[in-house]
């Protein structure tokens, strides 16, 4: 049985042609290739041994970086303003709108004892007292 001669290892110094690739891919390799300072034959090499290893791709640099990490900032800022329990929040407007209730009911109790009295005295052929005046009817 005849043995196959054995190809060369390919080196550095051995040129690789691919053909079919269009215009608009060869542009796009040299745009990315100078974006990272690399000569095209570097940049190639890299990345296909990234995407031979199951690397993903390297993310581009652009301005966008910038507005992205500014708007991660403010994100993390409201995120530390959060309630660390949202059940204590809740807790807390519950308790805050209960108070604003209990406070009503109570203006509502005395308005209807004063009347109460009023009528009690009305019944008994008294005059009811005065209403006091409040303080801004006061001033003037």
Known sequence: M????????VTADHSWTITGASAETRAK???AADAEGMTI???VDRTLNDAADGKAPRAKSSGDDKALAEVSAKLDDVIKRLPENAKAAEKETAQRLSAQVLKSVAAGFQEMTRTAKDQA??????PPKKKAKPAADKAS
């Open 29 to 31: 390799v040299k745009a």
């Open 2 to 9: 005849a043995q196959t001669p054995k190809r060369p290892d």
């Open 121 to 126: 005295r009305i019944a008994e052929g008294k």
């Open 41 to 43: 034959r570097a940049w």
